[in-house]
């Protein structure tokens, strides 16, 4: 019951990437974005400016009510460059509410796997984004709960909880 888009790919503040979220609000007179609907919309990649990002939270009033972006910091940069405007704000996105989860976009641009991606998200955050502001423990919940959630599946996966369904992976830390 979900509504995938792959949108606003490209370098944030391009103006191509907003004319993007333009022409969707204006598909089908916005009925996507209404709010029995915004909540079931999955943006992927969703690197817009911090006005449109505050346009997307003001669909709903919880994070259950907004669309999910899915984060492919991997993608981005090796496409647009390693630089702060390469990828979606991420900090921003979540001080908003809006889940933000975390996955491959494709191989061609080094979609190898989720291990690259949380790697690639962590180096990322470390260059880009204020001290902490996305740790290890928020990386984990995007690349699990959220990405549940951009799935439809979080009442069956994403948690490690008594009647769930799980595939547990050990690694070890350095």
């Known amino acids: 019951d979900r509504v995938v888009i792959h949108i606003g790919e490209g370098r944030r503040g391009n103006e191509q990437v907003e004319e993007e979220w333009d022409t969707l609000r204006a598909l089908a007179g916005g009925c996507l974005l209404e ?6 919309l999955v943006l992927i990649h969703g690197n817009f400016t ?3 990002l505050e346009q997307i939270a003001a669909l709903g009033d919880s994070p259950e009510d907004h669309p999910i972006i899915i984060w492919s910091p991997s993608s981005n940069t090796d496409l647009y460059g390693w630089n702060a405007e ?3 704000d991420v900090p921003y996105a979540l001080s908003l509410g809006i889940r933000v989860a975390l996955g491959p976009d494709w191989r061609p641009s080094h979609g190898i796997g989720m291990i690259t991606e949380i790697n690639s998200a962590r180096a990322y955050a470390g260059d880009f984004f204020p001290s902490g502001s996305v740790n290890d423990e928020e990386l984990f919940r995007m690349a699990t709960i959220h990405g549940a959630y951009a799935a439809g599946l979080q009442d069956d996966i994403g948690r490690l909880e ?7 992976a050990i690694i070890k830390g350095g």
């Open 35 to 40: 709010p029995d609907h915004a909540g079931k």
């Open 50 to 52: 911090r006005e449109t």
């Open 86 to 88: 390469a990828s979606l």
């Open 162 to 168: 008594t009647g769930m369904l799980a595939d547990i």
